[in-house]
């Protein structure tokens, strides 16, 4: 996906970088939400140092056309306007996935309000309206059946995504009494993501 930059000024190669990888991703080369190649292997394609190609995506990450997520990688993201994205729930106490999720949701033109309890998420909830909620089920303090019960007092239709663990079956059978829910094992895919989303109709709005 890359290509070697040639530069007269190397303090200006980190630039040139930055705009090759925009283009990339502005032409559709590259796809929000994808992950990229890891610094060390675009650094030896671009052939230039790691502190080059970090100059670079820091660059890319000011433009908002990347994300970074600490121990996860780089992911793309796409210029956006967020007046007229759609607005989504993520409740998850493991900060991985978290910054997982939220690369992959706002690569979709999706904006994203993260709580990391059941109780912070039922708060959020109450004060904001969502086309969507991505819920874990295990989190300290209480679980994600706790979320589903304020939905259904609030009696709010919001679509549920349970994104959970193999070992939360009987969690899951309950949640399952809360009303309609869809289900994303951990680990986490992008592709599975997307199909949730396509599904649930959770898109950005087109302006006709």
Sequence with gaps: MV???????????????????????????????????????????????????????????????????????????????SDDNPQVLLVDDDPQVVNLLTAILEGEDITVASASSAAEGIAKLESSSFQAIFLDLLMPGGSGVDLLKAVELLDRKIPVVLVTGAGDTNLINEAMNHGPITLI????????????????????????
């Design 3 to 81: 290509s070697r930059i040639e530069t007269n000024s190397p303090g200006l190669r980190y630039v040139s970088i930055a705009d090759d990888l925009q283009r990339q991703i502005e032409s559709g080369d590259v796809r929000a939400g994808d992950r990229l190649p890891s610094q060390h292997h675009m650094a030896k394609q671009y052939g230039v140092s790691l502190t080059t190609l970090r100059s670079a995506i820091d660059l890319l990450e000011q433009r908002g056309l990347v994300r970074s997520a600490h121990g996860l990688g780089t992911f793309a993201n796409s210029p956006k306007s």
């Design 185 to 208: 094992r951990k680990p986490v895919r992008v592709k599975q993501v997307r199909q949730v989303l396509e599904v649930l109709g959770v898109q950005k709005q087109t302006k006709g």
